[in-house]
Each structure stands twice: as structure tokens, then as C-alpha cells.
């Protein structure tokens, strides 16, 4: 059965915990439920949340109205236990164009309870790891990829959870790129447009197209918003070097953290300054090496030893913030740090770009050909084409 209750989004939640009683206490509901557990509700919180046609949009499930026109001293005039085992509450009130009453799922409403200490879902299950995943490099065949969803889901969950994923005998066309590529969401845009050849050229405008050693680093660092994952297709790796590897940015983030306490606090307070050199941009931006968010988690790296500007702080803090940077280039310079490979044609690495720091070693142009194919895409479109797949294995669930 789908949703016997409206609900203001499109998942398909559980029937199998109902409501066993609710009650008017303060400025809450209490309810109770079947498995025992108890929670609080505001009735400002219920209000605003109402899935009531008149307060959520039909056909785009959005809310229609401001929390302003709630009054502050809204309270419930009658609360129950619906049909259904969801809690129905008819409010004193009836403002904007709802309808006076609110019936709340009650697989909804035990997923958004707040009382019991739950929190929004953030972030996700991550692995850090070092050397040891070479052995154990998460590797997909393409077709399977393309044909089996379970496939598709483990794939796209070892990025999120790793940041590296290599998908194997993919055909070397540029349209097989893009399939690839989108089945992970939108590609994004860049200066250099979509999708980038990494080829040798003597003259080339970007370091990647020559034979150097490139130390492990995240893409485009310069930019406000760093691209969230890199795909990188090897069209052809004959040339002598030039193998890839990867260096998981959390990991040396945790290492810093546990040993180096006081660089770990310089690395992700003090900012840096990036700045792209292209002929026909100027991208900037100054923030932290390593990135946290308000809990203190990693959120991501910054680092790219190109386009990093001649720092410019407190004078006394630039030899310190200097050293705490060498301490974390040691570290990711270290090969038990590292994953390698030689990517081999049809290969196809994902890598998460604000984690997994990617590099290669220097090859020798003209010893063979190299031909890399790369383009960017979002986290976010990574994470929600993870989540399509779960609503739709939720949905098969509850039938
Ligand atoms: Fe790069
Ligand atoms: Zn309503």
C-alpha cells in the first residue's frame, strides 16, 4: 500500500510501528507508540508541518506557506489517534488554506521524532584507509553497472563511503564517458569545458598535459565550491610511468589529528589562499587546507600544490602554519599512504574530489601514448542518485 497518509515528500514510510495514544500536555502532543516508545511534539512544530492539501502542494509536495502566518499561541482543540495509526489534530485555529486538520503518518512522524535525541541525517557511513585498499580496490564491471541496479547501488555507495571506485571494461568512446559519467547525476562545467583530454603537449596550458610527477591533490581549489567527485577514463596508458594513486584526504586528516594536534588545529582554521594562473580566468579563493564542519567532522580538502598563493599571514604564524603543511605533505607523500594503479584502457576512476586526493607519477612523453579523459560532477548529485534508488527500495518494501 502506498502511503495510506499524506505525507509533505515523496518516500514511502514504514506501517509497522502505529500510534497507540496522544494527548494534549503543554505546548506539546505526547504520543505513545506500539513498540512502548513515547514522543513530543510542539504544536507549533505540528502546525507548521501539516501535510494537509491546503498546506502542501499536491502535485510538487512543497509547502505553500510561511511560519508567519501560524499564530504563536496555536495549540490543538481535539487530538486522536487517526484510522490509520497516525496522529490527527484538529487545530483551534484555521489559518492560511488548510483545512483545520492535520493527520501526520505515522511512519512520518516517528522518522522527524526530535524528542529522543535524533538528529537530521548528515553526512554518511565513511571508511578511511590507507595502502591496505590496493589490495581491495572497490572495482565494477561497466555493464553491470549500466543493467543490475544492485550493482549500480553498491557502486555509487563505495564512493560515498570510500571516495575512490574504478569501473572496468568500459568501452573508450567519448559517449560511454558521458553514459558513465551521468550515471552518477549532472556533470558540472568548467572553464575548460566539460570533459578535459589530458594528453601530452609540450605546450600545453595546464601541467597535466606534460610528463611531470604530479603530488596527490583535489581538483580546482581555487574555486569557491570545489567540484565534489572527478571521473578520470583511461583511453590509452602505453607510455613508460604515469601510473595513477590515490591518498585518502580523511585519512591523513585523522592521522594528523591523533598525532600532530596543534598543525591538525593550524590546518583547518588558519586559511590559504588558491589562485588559478589561466590565461583567461582568475579564479581565487581562501579557506582551510582541511575543512570542518560545525560538529568538528572533516568535511573536505583543500590542496592543490599548483595553485596555492604565497601565503600571506600574521608574520609570526607563517612559518608555524608552513610547517603544519609540510608535516601533511609528508604524510600523503608516504606510499603506505597510497593506492596505486596503472589504469589501464577502460578503466574508469571515480574519486570523491574533496577526499580522495588523486596524483600520478611522471611518464615519459613519446615513450607511448597517455590519455586520460576527466570531467566533475556534484556530491550531492551522487548522494541523491544513491537515494532514488533507496526511495525505490523503500517503496518495494512497504507494499
Ligand atoms: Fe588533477
Ligand atoms: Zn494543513
Known sequence: MRNPISTPDFETYSMDILLTGAKVNGDTVDVSWTDGQTSRYHHMWLRDNCAC????DPNSHER????AIIPAEIRPLNVKVGLHGGLVVEWEQKVGECNGVSEYHPGWLRAFDYSNGSKPIEGWEMKTWGQDLEDDLPMFSA???FENEDVKYDFLVAI???????VTDMPKDYEAFERISSQIGLLRDMNWGKIFEIIPKPDGEYIANRGFALDAHSDASTREYQPGFQIFQCVENTATGGESFWVDGFYIAEIMKRDYPDQYELLTTVPWEFANRSKGTHYRWTAPVLELDLAGNI?????TTWLREPLRQDFDMVPKLMEAYRTYVDLKSRRENQVERKLVEGDVAFVDNRRCLHGRRAFVPGSGMRHIRTCYGEREELISSIRMIERARNARENL
Open 64 to 67: 505553500v506557506d510561511s511560519i
Open 143 to 145: 555493464q553491470e553497472v
Open 160 to 166: 560515498r563511503t570510500l571516495g575512490l571506485a574504478i
Open 299 to 303: 568535511t573536505a580538502v583543500r590542496d
Open 53 to 56: 492539501s491546503g498546506c502542501i
